[in-house]
């Protein structure tokens, strides 16, 4: 069904390791080959995080708690995860799509997007592409398989990599894409949780060319502007590029509110909330910031931003919050405010900063953090909150879709 | 109000009070001197509201008043008048324009009243004390390339001056601190300021202090409280918040047990450094400083740009030691080096070390190595 790829404005490919986590310790350890298995923390409050494919016919999968997964599957083994093995692992997969193409982004550990735009002269057309593809990925990691879908759009490579999952090859056509999607249901939709769902399902649309029907400004009274979003996806559209050499710039978080704020009290708490987020992203991907930098959405859309640069750079949310609470400040605009967003930019690896300090008093902050994040990593991200957080939980839902992926929340 | 007064005069009172008005302001009358005709004198106030600065200078006065003209644009004018002319200042009866005329030269200033001029009453001074303009620039001179500019760690802009015993004796002791690195320089304690608070005196204070004390030999009358001080010597009388914070205790970060000793010639060593340095990037790669006996090596390697070393005999017999630095934190702190030869005191490569002159013990520096 192919035609040469030089015919495709766009080759994008999503790549898309299978159970990667569970696969690695089936690969390790040959015993457990063939056997439901559950990678995660051995206690009723961890969450599992990845469920071998032998697992998955019991209904268990990432992010179930392992108490309720062991209920439905009680026979499966269950791995306590080896992160340093996967981040090996990773990065001999991704060495493999660098020979491939010089712009991969890659997603989290599993999970990356290749841009091969006019390569069909080295690695032919798509089919043959994607099976050379998965053949180096086997090749180099020993035995790992790997589901590839490959179009015209970040977005639509997506839905195609996860189409024949284990092992898949899912080949669509730019000029097919919008046809391919139609009969599929609306959670394909990339950004559309349970809630989205059912606001979708309770407007009458069910599939997703339904949504591609629909009037995109209908879209937009019923769904606010992430409706215009979900018919542009609908209509397989999706102007992203592959972020190429992706050293995430920023890491930021931001929501869009429930309800619209002007109180500094209230906007500090999430602000406050946020730069909890932050600093665990940064931990988690050894960055520290130099740049603060608070953005503020007024009710009338009008985007306000105000930043800082700090001259140590930190990865330690207390130190981010007192800098986002100064920085709020600044800001004349009296609200009241959509969105409240915190962003940590201007980058630097951990090992690569290097100046000491003489009075190192982020240290103690930074040891309560980390020891968070352990919590958080054990028994799940709502294993702790802070009080000040859970009166308002409810009522902020974060709307900003582009984060998607639990591993992949950089800011764009 | 009228008067009459000699350019240069005027100028050079212009000049030192214009120098605290912003240049961009949201309160209106901030971007104002205010000008009051009293007496056998001028008086010109400018403030950014964190600090005053009042100068006075001889004027023929026809007529006491006082109104507020732009600063920057009355200071343009008077630069522009020719060298030793007489100003003519006046205020019309309707008062909403400043004339000024010298020579053929005329201008009509728009003005605001003075009575919305802020005033920033300094309320009771509880020590007072002259010091030598020579001391005060000296404290002010060794330490202020070390005070951050750090928002969060706002404490710590601002030169923190203070009484300290050493070897028994009282001093004067002013610290500054980035907490990359740290300088401490003390002077004798002038008579009357036994007993004063540790203040913080704000960075902008300082550095317009050490630019009006330029050319005075005088001493400097100091007043100050817990959030105040001023300074007066000439014609001129300085009024400024002081940073209301508590300054850290410098003193535990200060090594004490460092028994590496470098002994080495200040400027070829702060030419090296400057040379190696240049490979460094802008972010402040680290000069790397490897200790043997006899001698000391500089290298610097940036992946971008290349490698560059350089190796000086130095007076060194400690164990081998290899440590990073901050190139432009090198070059600042050797810069303040007066003797010939430079003492750097040594641990390990992650504890401070301390900087000093090998003949002036008066002044300290601390400096916190980088990871190489």
Known sequence: MARDVSDWPKTIVHADMDAFYAAIEQLDDPSLRGKPILVGPNSDRGVVLTASYEARPYRVGSAMAMAKARRRCPDA???????????????????????????????????????????????????????????????????????????GTKYVAKVASDYRKPDGLTIVPPEEAQGWLAPMPVTRLWGVGPKTEKRLHAIGLETIGQVAAADPDWLSDKLGRVGQHFH?????????????????????????????????????RYLRRSADEIGRRLRRKRYLAYGVRVKLKTAGFQILTRQHRRRQPTDVADALYEDASLILNNFDHPGPFRLVGLAAYDLVRQEQTDQADLFSAPQRPR????????????????????????????????????????EDDDEK | MRLIIERNALLKALSHVTSVVERRNTIPILSNVLVAATGKSVKLTATDLDIEVIETAPADVSQEGSTTVSAHMFYDIVRKLA??????????????????????????LQVLPPNDFPDLSAG??????????????RLIDKTRFAISTEETRYYLNGIYLHTAETDGTEMMRAVATDGHRLAQ????????AEGMPGIIVPRKTVLEVYKLLEDTEASVKVELSTSKIRFSFGDVVLTSQLIDGTFPDYGRVIPHGNDKILSIPSASFAEAVDRVSTLSSDKGRAVKLRLGEGKLTLSV?????????????????????????NARYLLDITSQLESDDAEFLLSDPGSPTIVRDTSDKAALYVLMPMRV
């Open chain 1, 77 to 151: 083994v269950i791995v306590p995860p080896r992160f340093d093995r996967y981040t090996e692992v990773s990065k001999s997969i991704m060495g493999v799509f660098a020979d491939f193409s010089p712009h991969v982004e890659a997603i989290s550990l599993d999970e990356a997007f290749l841009d091969l735009t006019g390569t069909n002269h080295l690695f032919g057309r798509p089919r043959e592409l994607g099976t050379k593809l998965k053949d180096a990925v086997r090749e180099a990691t020993g035995g790992l398989t790997v589901s590839v879908g490959i179009s």
């Open chain 2, 301 to 325: 390697n940036n992946p971008d740009s290349g490698s560059a070393t350089e190796e000086l005999s130095a007076a060194y017999d400690a164990d081998d030691l290899e440590i990073g630095f």
């Open chain 2, 124 to 137: 009771d001074m509880s020590h007072a004390f002259e010091i030598s303009a020579a001391d005060l620039k």
């Open chain 1, 367 to 406: 040891k309560l953090e980390t020891a968070i994040d352990d919590l958080k990593e054990r028994f799940g991200p709502n294993v702790l909150r802070r009080a000040t957080d859970l009166r308002k939980a409810r009522q902020t839902p974060n709307l900003d879709f582009l984060h998607d992926d639990e």
């Open chain 2, 83 to 108: 060298d030793g002319a007489q100003v003519e200042l006046s205020l019309g009866p309707d008062e909403g324009r400043m004339a000024l005329t010298s020579g053929p030269a005329k201008f009509a």
């Open chain 2, 185 to 192: 320089i003390e002077v004798d304690l002038p008579k009357g």
């Open chain 1, 232 to 268: 542009a996806l609908a209509c397989a559209q999706d102007p992203r590029r592959v972020e190429g050499q992706r050293r995430s710039k920023s890491i930021g978080s931001e929501r869009t509110l429930g309800q619209d704020v002007s109180d500094r009290e209230e906007i500090r």
